[in-house]
């Protein structure tokens, strides 16, 4: 019985074999552009009008979302809460922001990633959202924006709208 039981055993991993062995690898990921900090960081001035932008975004679309800007420390510079936003997306729009600056990319490059196969979702210190885009002078990352409360693709929209008024 015990020799049946390892023959079929045996069987069965062979008839998955060539299956697995057909399974195509995930699509490669494009290599992330990695900017250089910069010397200085976002002023409030400039985290203001970036806010401004997002939430002129948010409202032109009817969302209600949270807008959070900071440093490229990640310390926070402005944090706004749009009326009806949910309260969970604080933290959310914080994460996504601190994850843009700490591995100075947009969080989209890690959703895209988890989507492909070749990164787990859930990694130390990294919010893998599309909705944190890098602050960026003269080329050089000054800080990042975080927005959640819509869904990926709509924080996404409103995080980038706003990032590219940052002259």
Not at 43 to 61: C, D, F, I, Q
Request: glycine share 10%; hydrophobic share 50%; aromatic share 4%.
């Amino acid at each position: 019985m015990k020799k049946a039981l390892a023959l079929i055993v045996v069987g069965l991993s062979l008839v998955g074999a060539p299956a697995m062995a057909q399974t195509a690898a995930p699509p490669a990921l494009a290599p992330a552009v990695h900017p250089a900090y910069s010397a200085r960081v976002i002023t409030l001035a400039e985290a203001k009008s970036v806010v401004a932008a997002a939430e002129a975004e948010a409202r032109k679309n009817g969302w209600s979302m949270v807008i959070t800007v900071v440093e490229s420390n990640g310390a926070v510079v402005l944090s706004e809460k749009m009326d009806g936003a949910q309260y969970g997306s604080l933290e959310v729009a914080l994460k996504k922001a601190q994850t843009a600056t700490n591995f100075r990319r947009p969080t989209s490059y890690f959703q895209d990633a988890v989507k492909a196969g070749t990164l787990n979702a859930i990694f130390t210190g990294a919010t893998a959202l599309d909705g944190g885009e890098l602050l960026l002078a003269d080329g050089k990352i000054v800080g990042a924006i975080g927005v959640s409360g819509g869904s990926t693709p709509q924080d996404g929209a409103v995080a980038r709208a706003a990032a590219a008024t940052l002259k």
